[in-house]
């Protein structure tokens, strides 16, 4: 939000430096990210009257403007569009230096001499405006000093507004901030709304069909409206405020808006089928283009204004084509309505949509102020478009709800803060921020918390409300201390920090995200989970709307995120806690760890160039998962295939421990990976974290080294193509004598030669004895057993190597 100082004053009366007000509003949580000085003294430039406008001789694109300096009349070359007999300019007569840093002398433009320069806003910076020339008002002398019109220079501050303060997105309610904080008194501008001819209520209607969406709907009728331009004092603040002028009507909603947070909207009532409002529902088979005449792809359900025919405009987001204000309007239907934030918030996001209503709307605007905004707005055009402003306003107000108190206990705010004002100071800085004292004593004191500030809930907001006043940087920062607890038990702690170190050992970095996700991103993984999804009550934005139920679709999102910053390599995991609606129907929550695999990390040296094959990622992750749970001292762990919605078929495995599902580990679908546009491969794999911690601390066993040689047997067993891994060494280990110390599978292969439906699986087999030398002959006894047992329960063909 930009914040014109001048402006802020007229509200509020403090002295302090542009540089001193931002450190104070920075420290009391509106943090000013930028101070920028705005225009200049304008030594030597005066208002100028264009007198004639001729075309330029010698060029198509210039003209030749006659200029009353109030010295005299002087020639003047010009390439603006919008020059014009009559209007009243800026002009810089040779000699003087502009506020952009040039410098202008008389010279010959094409042939003809011109004495001075007229003005642009960008040239007198302004603005960054440089479509025509600046008009100013038509009533002013040629010749008087443009910084009599334009007052001293200005400075804007840049404001960073967090999202639960929308208070904060106006003048006032920067003021009242400013007031609290320099001990000043807010000045709230005196509204004198003359009124006359038929009542309100004759000339209109409007009605609520959902209330819900719309809790408070007023409008006003002004008459015989003249559409002109508006003074040149609020064109100015709105183009220091980053909002460009178009009418006096619209400049004064946009006016409105700026100064007390309410967005407004004006239609044209003679546009409107039978001049009435309808606050309803989009339904199926409806059309609406909204003001930049793009026809927008509504859904049923979304909140829109509408007259008696058709929808109008999106509520709270934009005014629709064929109602708007124009060059003939007359008669104006002014509207200031309060919109439910979520269904605001909801529709922008879907629409692709986000205006300067719609941004405040989505954060709660104070329903309390609709109706003096409204008065305001029409009393201005009465003032500034010569309007008539019917007597009366219709106010429709289903949603009207008590205000809510807290409490504020002396005690308790001592004991947070380590400061220890008296319970005086407590209430006057309340009072100070506009929130009223309804009840106190010496020890508490009670608030009736007002409309506007939607974010305070509880006791910790008014104490925090104190802090940020009285001043942050006087609260005390004791020494950081810590409380031992006899018998504390922090074995869960150290054992998720072993299981850090060995993911860090393997390899891996690890990355962080937040608990909120959107639905969509949720929906591209597994839209079957919607019914275990946990909302967000008051979510910050659509984006963060819900809790995750999966660490999976973040991590994909992180690589993607990495590949587009030309990082194509990652290795990465989050421990992070999932949220889900839980049997009882409550919500639960469950610590999870998340590893994802993308690029070469696999391989070393030159052959990290070569293109990654989906059976390597596969063997990577798995191997990942396995060097881990050796780590984690884990034992009986099985790899069940499983399908998920987010896996290529056939390249998921469920990860069974103690015969229940932990986690799951497989290949991403090319279909999601193409949303980052993730050419490769990517592993992934989720696991409940308590398994994984169960038997981290578990004595260790250790095995004498060997002391006699092993022999060595391979073997190529021909199976059906359904046989697995898993399969042969439930076969091997059932048969297998006690010398044979380890089998291990070393390659698959699958073509001519082995026949349709089979595939040859290598295997190596140690046997060795920890009591003496094995002789060849007891190796091949133990040998033929073992191939015997494969034989006979799974049908092999045995290839000796």
């Known amino acids: 939000m930009r914040l014109p100082i001048s402006w ?24 000013v990210e930028a101070i920028e000085p705005v225009g200049g003294t304008f030594e030597g430039i005066v208002v100028g009257e264009i007198l004639r406008v001729e075309k330029h001789p010698n060029a198509d694109k210039l003209t030749l403007c006659a200029v009353n300096t109030g010295a005299g009349e002087i020639t003047v070359v010009c390439g603006a569009p919008n020059a014009r007999a ?18 202008l002398e008389a010279r010959k433009v094409r042939g003809v001499e011109s004495r001075g320069m007229l003005c642009a806003e960008d040239e007198l910076k302004l603005s960054d405006d440089h479509s025509g020339l ?29 999202p639960n303060r929308p208070d904060c997105l106006s003048v006032i309610g920067i003021a009242r901030e400013v007031a609290a904080l320099y001990g000043a008194k807010l000045r709230r501008p005196e509204v004198q709304l003359r009124e006359a001819g038929e009542p309100v209520e004759k000339l209109t209607s409007v009605e609520i069909l959902d209330p819900d969406g719309c809790p408070r709907y007023t409008a006003r009728i002004l008459k015989n409206v003249r559409i002109g331009p508006s003074p040149a004092w609020m064109r100015r603040r709105l183009e220091l405020s980053g909002v460009r002028a178009i009418n006096n009507v619209v400049d004064i909603t946009n006016y409105v808006m700026l100064e007390c ?43 829109v204004i509408a007259d008696a025919r058709r929808p109008v405009a999106v ?15 007359e008669t104006v239907l002014l509207e200031s309505a309060y919109f439910k934030p979520q269904d605001n ?69 001592h004991e947070l803060l380590g400061v220890a004002p008296s319970a005086a100071e407590v209430r006057a800085v309340l009072g100070s921020l506009e929130l009223p004292i309804v009840s106190a004593d010496e020890s508490s004191c009670t608030v009736e918390i007002p409309s506007f500030r939607v974010d305070l809930e509880m006791e910790a907001d008014l104490i925090e409300e104190f802090a940020r006043i009285y001043g942050l940087d006087k609260l005390p920062t004791p020494p950081p201390r810590a409380d031992l607890v006899p018998g504390a038990n922090d074995r869960p702690l150290q054992a998720v920090t072993s299981c850090r170190e060995h993911l860090v050992g393997l390899g891996l970095g690890e990355t962080m995200n937040y608990s909120f996700v959107a639905d969509r991103l949720l929906d591209l993984f597994d839209e079957s989970d919607r019914a275990r999804r946990v909302a967000l009550s008051n979510p910050v934005n659509m984006e963060q709307a819900w809790m995750r139920t999966s660490l999976i679709p973040q991590m994909v999102e992180t690589l993607g995120r990495n590949l587009a910053h030309q990082v194509a390599e990652a290795a990465l995991f989050e421990i992070g806690r999932v949220f889900f609606q839980g049997p009882d129907g409550h919500p639960a929550e469950e610590d999870r760890l998340v590893i994802g695999l993308m690029g070469p990390v696999g391989r070393g040296g030159l052959d990290r160039r070569r293109a990654v094959r989906s059976d390597e990622m596969f063997l990577w992750i798995k191997g990942i998962w396995e060097g881990l749970a050796a780590a984690q001292r884990m034992d009986g762990v099985v790899l069940r295939e499983a399908g998920r919605p987010w896996a290529e078929e056939g390249c998921a495995v469920e990860l069974v421990v103690g015969g229940l599902v932990a986690g799951v580990l497989g290949l991403v679908r090319a279909g999601i990976r193409s949303e980052w546009r993730i050419l490769g491969p990517v592993g992934v794999l989720e ?20 002391t006699y040689p092993c022999v060595v047997r391979d073997a190529a067993l021909v199976v059906e193509e359904r046989i697995k891994h898993e399969d042969v060494l439930k076969i091997v280990e059932k048969a297998a004598p006690k010398e044979l110390e380890r089998v291990a599978l070393f390659d698959i292969f699958m073509g001519e030669g082995i026949g349709a439906g089979r595939k040859s699986m290598a295997y190596s087999f140690t046997y060795r004895s920890p009591e003496r030398t094995l002789t060849d002959e007891e190796a091949n006894v133990y040998h033929e057993a073992v191939k015997a047992a494969l034989r006979k329960e799974l049908g092999v063909d045995v290839r000796e190597g």
Not at 86 to 103: D, E, Q, R, S, W
Not at 687 to 706: E, K, N, Q, W, Y
């Open 8 to 31: 802020l004053k007229e509200y509020v009366e403090f002295s302090d430096t542009p540089q001193g007000l931002a450190e104070k509003l920075t420290l009391s949580g509106t943090e």
């Open 86 to 103: 009559g209007m009243k300019v800026p002009f810089a007569p040779a000699g003087v230096t502009l506020p952009n840093g040039l410098k």
């Open 134 to 162: 600046m008009e100013l008002d038509a009533g002013l002398a040629p010749g008087t000093p443009l910084a009599e019109v334009l007052g001293p220079p200005d400075t804007v501050l840049e404001l960073e507004v967090t």
């Open 261 to 303: 947070g309410q967005p407004l909207h004006a239609f044209d009532q003679k546009l409107l089928g039978e001049g009435r409002i309808v606050v309803r529902r989009f339904r199926e088979g409806e059309k609406l283009a909204t003001l930049d005449g793009i026809e927008r792809p509504m859904d049923a359900g979304m909140l």
């Open 315 to 329: 509520a709270g987001v934009m005014g629709g084509a064929g109602s708007e204000i124009n060059d003939g309007t």
């Open 345 to 413: 918030r909801a529709t922008s996001k879907r629409l692709g949509l986000s205006t300067e209503s719609s941004y405040r709307f989505e954060r709660g605007i104070d329903i309390e102020t609709v109706e003096w905004a409204s008065r305001r707005a029409a009393a201005l055009m009465v003032e500034h478009a010569g309007a008539a402003a019917a007597p009366g306003v219709l106010d429709v107000y289903p949603g009207r709800s008590e205000r809510r108190r807290v409490t504020c206990r002396i005690a308790r705010l």
């Open 687 to 706: 696991v409940s974290l308590s398994p994984l911690l169960r038997h981290v601390f578990d004595g260790r066993t250790f095995t004498p080294i060997a």
